[in-house]
């Protein structure tokens, strides 16, 4: 934990004033591993993921539920309002884990009257929703691949951050 308070006590010098933006089409490998990758340099890679199943798949609720809506997931919770992300507090005992279903995630994220800001992070996506996950060509042959998901809702907040890892952050 120490070496955490460390580096967050430092993280504006590791956060860029501006992150370079690319679509994917005018990328190519090299270019990704020398400028990017290799200089750990953050990049907004625009429509990577514009092909990947998930992509439409994930718009429709009814077909998340249909697939993934019984699966159990864990859920971080930090106070509601807060600009923080619970993993850096976990000491604090601001922030706690529940188990819900995927389905009553879906439910309770949308609440506009919940008590907590709610997400789920750094956890397997949940049940058969892998499947619309393609791993990206540019990760190919270079980065371990996983999926990781996160998740959240109305109001939840995570600050700027670095990750201790290379990866791939697709938004949809």
Same mark, same amino acid.
């Given at each position: 934990m120490e070496l955490l308070e460390d580096y967050m006590s430092k993280s504006d010098?590791? #956060?860029?004033?501006? #992150?370079?933006e690319i679509d994917v089409k005018d990328l190519d490998k090299k270019m990704f591993t020398k400028d990017?990758?290799? !200089?750990?340099k953050p990049?907004?890679?625009? %429509?990577?993921?514009?092909? &990947?199943?998930a992509f439409t798949k994930w718009q429709n609720e009814t077909y998340l539920r249909e697939m993934s809506g019984d699966d159990p997931i864990q859920c971080e919770t930090t106070p509601l309002g807060k600009e923080e992300f619970a993993y850096f507090h976990k000491d604090a005992g601001s922030w706690s884990k529940l188990n819900f279903t995927?389905?009553? @995630?879906?439910?309770? /994220?949308?609440d506009p009257q919940r008590?907590? %800001? /709610?997400? @789920? !992070?750094?956890?397997? #996506?949940?049940?058969?929703?892998? *499947?619309? /996950?393609? *791993?990206? &060509?540019? !990760?190919?042959?270079?980065? #371990?691949?996983a999926e990781k998901a996160y998740w959240h809702g109305i109001g939840t907040v995570? $600050? $700027?951050h670095t990750d201790g890892?290379? %990866?791939f952050m697709c938004v949809m």
């Amino acid at each position: 934990m120490e070496l955490l308070e460390d580096y967050m006590s430092k993280s504006d010098k590791y #956060v860029p004033e501006k #992150v370079d933006e690319i679509d994917v089409k005018d990328l190519d490998k090299k270019m990704f591993t020398k400028d990017y990758l290799f !200089a750990s340099k953050p990049l907004l890679m625009k %429509n990577m993921a514009k092909e &990947w199943p998930a992509f439409t798949k994930w718009q429709n609720e009814t077909y998340l539920r249909e697939m993934s809506g019984d699966d159990p997931i864990q859920c971080e919770t930090t106070p509601l309002g807060k600009e923080e992300f619970a993993y850096f507090h976990k000491d604090a005992g601001s922030w706690s884990k529940l188990n819900f279903t995927y389905g009553e @995630f879906l439910t309770t /994220i949308r609440d506009p009257q919940r008590k907590f %800001n /709610i997400y @789920f !992070a750094e956890e397997d #996506v949940p049940g058969n929703l892998h *499947e619309d /996950i393609t *791993e990206p &060509w540019l !990760a190919k042959d270079l980065l #371990v691949f996983a999926e990781k998901a996160y998740w959240h809702g109305i109001g939840t907040v995570t $600050p $700027p951050h670095t990750d201790g890892q290379e %990866n791939f952050m697709c938004v949809m």
